[in-house]
């Protein structure tokens, strides 16, 4: 199958691309770099450096014939959304549409979404939070992977474009990128490696629900192969919550370095509580985390302590 992956270069993109190229598909991948690795590129990927907002992407699809589209490029920094939510839209609603529009046009069957359940449940009075509990997202991130979510569903109800919505909990693993404010595993790593004092946000009670990348993409090759589902809406986590607290002393152990952190002011849009109950997708699809947070953080760091990133 030809599948295009939009942030194939990213954390999760990249590792996705990996998995299906093994598998025998062909992938061509759309990335503008913005914060994707080109050494996270597989080399047996077609590669196209351009941003979704771009009207060029229909020359992508037009020259490329695309079966398929897994959507990850997207601007995923919480606080970068608070701070800067017309620029955040831009990339994630827009930018959306504009691939949704080009699906349309060349009469792409299926699209995989990547969502957040991280985000668009809100302060969930329910935990774990279920897919059927009302979205009430608490920051312009989680609001804009809404929207997306029912821009899909518009586009399959007016013109027959499939979908499946995966909502992730918070994805951690090798290739996330450490430099921006999104991914505390990976922040945390690479300061703890570098002798550098963390800061927690906020007190570090506040709980989320931690999932290994390769976890993640076992989900998703799953939902490659899932025919039509007539509630197409997956939650991918754990089930598990984990304060920031306690997964910085996992953190502490596993580096060896007993190092205390800083504590700074809670940010503006972020949840006190986050964890996703994923029981529709390991009874639907056969999807089980195969890592828990002590086996994920190992392969993490142990990644992080290498010259790779």
Same mark, same amino acid.
């Given at each position: 199958?030809?599948?295009?992956?939009?942030?194939?270069?990213?954390? $999760?993109?990249?590792? &996705? =691309?990996?998995?299906?190229?093994?598998?025998?598909?062909?992938?061509?991948?759309?990335?503008?770099?913005?914060?994707?690795?080109?050494?996270?590129?597989?080399?047996?990927?077609?590669?196209?450096? &351009?941003?979704?907002?771009?009207?060029?992407?229909?020359?992508?699809?037009?020259?490329?014939?695309?079966?398929?589209?897994?959507?990850?490029?997207?601007?995923?920094?919480?606080?970068?959304?608070?701070?800067?939510?017309?620029?955040? #839209?831009?990339?994630?609603?827009?930018? =959306?549409?504009?691939?949704?529009?080009?699906?349309?046009?060349?009469?792409?069957?299926?699209?995989?979404?990547?969502?957040?359940?991280?985000?668009?449940?809100?302060?969930?009075?329910?935990?774990?939070?279920?897919?059927?509990?009302?979205?009430?997202?608490?920051?312009?991130?989680?609001?804009?992977?809404?929207?997306?979510?029912?821009? &899909?569903?518009? !586009?399959?109800?007016?013109?027959?474009?499939?979908?499946?919505?995966?909502?992730?909990?918070?994805?951690?693993?090798?290739?996330?990128?450490?430099?921006?404010?999104?991914?505390?595993?990976?922040?945390? #790593?690479?300061?703890?490696?570098?002798?550098?004092?963390?800061?927690?946000?906020?007190?570090?009670?506040?709980?989320?629900?931690?999932?290994?990348?390769?976890?993640?993409?076992?989900?998703?090759?799953?939902?490659?192969?899932?025919?039509?589902?007539?509630?197409?809406?997956?939650?991918?986590?754990?089930?598990?919550?984990?304060?920031?607290?306690?997964?910085?002393? $996992?953190?502490?152990?596993?580096?060896?370095?007993?190092?205390?952190?800083?504590?700074?002011?809670?940010?503006?849009?972020?949840?006190?509580?986050?964890?996703?109950?994923?029981?529709?997708?390991?009874?639907?699809?056969?999807?089980?985390?195969? !890592?828990?947070?002590?086996?994920?953080?190992?392969? =993490?760091?142990?990644?992080?302590?290498?010259?790779?990133?």
């Amino acid at each position: 199958m030809k599948i295009l992956v939009t942030g194939g270069a990213g954390f $999760i993109g990249s590792h &996705l =691309t990996d998995q299906l190229i093994e598998a025998g598909n062909e992938v061509v991948v759309i990335d503008n770099l913005s914060t994707g690795q080109e050494s996270n590129l597989n080399p047996n990927a077609r590669f196209y450096k &351009l941003d979704i907002r771009d009207s060029k992407i229909s020359d992508v699809f037009k020259n490329e014939k695309l079966e398929m589209i897994f959507h990850y490029a997207a601007q995923i920094d919480i606080r970068k959304s608070t701070e800067d939510p017309i620029e955040s #839209a831009n990339i994630n609603i827009l930018g =959306t549409l504009n691939v949704l529009e080009n699906c349309k046009k060349f009469g792409i069957k299926k699209i995989i979404f990547a969502s957040s359940g991280g985000a668009i449940y809100g302060d969930a009075e329910i935990i774990p939070t279920p897919e059927n509990y009302l979205p009430f997202p608490v920051s312009p991130y989680g609001i804009e992977k809404l929207i997306a979510e029912h821009y &899909l569903d518009f !586009y399959k109800r007016s013109y027959g474009l499939d979908y499946l919505i995966l909502r992730y909990a918070n994805v951690y693993g090798p290739r996330q990128n450490p430099k921006g404010e999104a991914g505390v595993v990976a922040i945390f #790593a690479d300061k703890l490696l570098n002798n550098q004092i963390p800061v927690i946000n906020g007190n570090g009670a506040q709980t989320r629900d931690y999932v290994f990348v390769n976890d993640v993409v076992d989900a998703a090759m799953l939902a490659l192969k899932t025919v039509k589902s007539r509630k197409p809406i997956f939650n991918i986590g754990t089930g598990i919550e984990t304060s920031v607290n306690n997964l910085y002393k $996992i953190m502490t152990k596993e580096v060896g370095k007993n190092i205390p952190a800083n504590y700074g002011s809670a940010k503006i849009g972020e949840q006190a509580r986050s964890c996703l109950d994923s029981s529709k997708i390991r009874k639907e699809l056969n999807w089980q985390p195969k !890592y828990n947070i002590g086996e994920g953080i190992k392969i =993490t760091t142990d990644w992080f302590k290498t010259d790779e990133h």
